[in-house]
């Protein structure tokens, strides 16, 4: 089993581009999230989906969409990039009341 | 909303002694609490669960303790190694049903041989 794969690892966006960011898990999860992790501020939850289509906003949803393709696949969309948004966004998946298996992370960078 | 504080940014512990790291959380008392390990550039992992209903969690070198009246949890690694240097996280589930989990800032530990 891969666990939970992300893609890309690395990526620089200039203000305003947009891109997606890629997650799926082989564990046969129902849910699966999305986190950003800044520096003092730990892990904060952006979306995160209960079960297949389904979607629900976290705690810093702002700037970001979600769409979950399949009960595998969960990406996450900055529509138009700012620097505030620079970050390092991990994808996790659980099944209820185990603990998240999270996704080595993607280290994303605007200017 | 719910607070959820880790006693300090760093720790610095003697290769062999026990490291304690404290996590402390406001308002509402949690289904279940988590620990996670997480090293530099990687992702965090699972090590320990405990329910509202538990005193005491244990695995190897590891023991949790959950304290809802203090509202309070503790982490222990007793016989420590540089290997246990990392960064621990504690996050809590306020809800069976409604799982999104809510995570401190983290401690991180450094083991001095």
């Known amino acids: 089993n891969a666990g939970v794969t992300q893609t890309p690892k690395f990526q620089v966006l200039k203000t305003g581009q947009s891109m997606t960011l890629q997650c799926a898990q082989d564990?046969?999860?129902?849910?699966m999230y999305w986190y950003r992790q800044d520096p003092g501020m730990g892990l904060r939850l952006i979306y995160y989906?209960?079960?297949?289509?389904?979607?629900d906003k976290g705690e810093v949803p702002n700037g970001y969409n979600v769409s979950r393709l399949n009960k595998r696949e969960f990406s996450l969309r900055l529509e138009s990039a700012a620097p505030s948004q620079t970050s390092v966004y991990f994808c996790?998946?659980?099944?209820?009341?185990?603990?998240?298996?999270f996704g080595p992370g993607t280290r994303l960078t605007v200017t | 909303s719910q607070k959820i504080e880790q006693n300090s940014e760093a720790l610095n512990i003697q290769e062999g002694k026990t490291a304690t790291l404290t996590c402390n959380y406001t308002?509402?008392?949690?289904?279940?609490l988590q620990w996670y390990r997480q090293d530099p550039g990687r992702g965090p992992v699972f090590l320990l669960l405990?329910?509202?209903?538990?005193k005491e969690k244990r695995k190897e070198r590891l023991k949790v303790t959950f304290d809802t009246t203090l509202k309070q949890s503790l982490f222990h690694i007793t016989a420590s190694q540089p290997a246990d240097s990392a960064t621990y996280l504690c996050?809590?589930?306020?809800?069976?049903?409604?799982?999104?989990?809510?995570f401190g800032t983290g401690t991180r530990l450094t083991i001095i041989p």
């Open positions: 996790a998946s659980r099944r209820q009341g185990i603990e998240e298996y």
């Open positions: 564990m046969n999860h129902n849910s």
């Open positions: 989906s209960a079960s297949e289509g389904t979607t």
């Open positions: 308002n509402y008392s949690p289904a279940y």
């Open positions: 405990i329910r509202e209903n538990e």
């Open positions: 996050a809590l589930v306020r809800v069976l049903g409604n799982e999104k989990l809510t």
